[in-house]
């Protein structure tokens, strides 16, 4: 579980604040997710980027903005968001076009207020 | 679109009895399958994957599962559970893209 990184592990904050959630990967992979889990329902899909460039953004809404500097590291920067929002937000990376499958952090618990 | 579906929210069983948690899919061209598990306050953990050859998949943990392509289904077995395996199993899959579509999860309860 520490090939991918998370910080902060919880985070709570007013719909009026801004944060930021720091997703890490040490396993040399060039392709990053992120995905929001929420009680009771299937895992949605947010953000994909590969080699550092975005290919999948997938109707989020604009509060969530996402940011990817290099092929390890990667962004969601929140602003003005909502309670329905709190959820997990897990972030994941794989090694397209070889292993296929995705590993994942452990996560940040997210509440809003 | 592509789709997975899990059957059952919830698997309740004694340990040492058989565990087996049902998935079936669907999507446009060949199923890459994936089962998932996850600890509560944790990340999912990869348990096993079917790509092409051998229908019978072993994974970790003693898991193992079983792709039916006329059953478009991918369940995941296990001959002898445990305490240790109480967690919340996913099942996934993709096509020819990067996009991993999961089922909504089953819950697995192992009693002692």
């Known amino acids: 579980e520490t090939g991918v990184t998370q910080t902060p592990r919880h985070l709570v904050m007013g719909m009026t604040n801004k944060k930021s959630l720091k997703c890490e990967q040490h396993l040399g992979h060039n392709a990053m997710y992120w995905y929001k889990q929420s009680a009771k329902k299937p895992l949605e899909l947010m953000f994909v980027y590969s080699l550092e460039e975005r290919v999948e953004n997938n109707s989020v809404p604009s509060r969530f903005s996402p940011e990817c500097p290099n092929s390890s590291h990667l962004f969601l920067h929140l602003h003005t968001l909502q309670p329905e929002d709190s959820a997990l937000y897990l972030c994941?990376?794989?090694?397209?076009?070889?292993?296929?499958?995705?590993?994942f952090g452990p996560g940040t618990r997210l509440t809003v207020l | 679109a592509q789709s997975v579906a899990q059957p059952e929210d919830q698997v309740n069983v004694a340990e040492g009895n058989p565990l087996t948690v049902k998935c079936t899919y669907s999507v446009s061209g060949n199923p890459y399958l994936f089962w998932y598990v996850q600890y509560p306050n944790r990340g999912l953990q990869f348990l096993l994957k079917?790509?092409?050859?051998?229908?019978l998949v072993k994974g970790s943990y003693g898991f193992e599962a079983e792709f039916n392509k006329s059953q478009t289904s991918f369940h995941l077995k296990k001959p002898s559970a445990l305490v240790s395996d109480s967690a919340l199993y996913f099942c996934a899959v993709r096509g020819n893209d990067y996009k991993l579509s999961f089922g909504a999860g089953t819950t697995v309860t192992v009693r002692a």
């Open positions: 079917y790509i092409t050859g051998d229908n």
């Open positions: 994941a990376s794989s090694q397209e076009n070889r292993l296929l499958e995705q590993f």
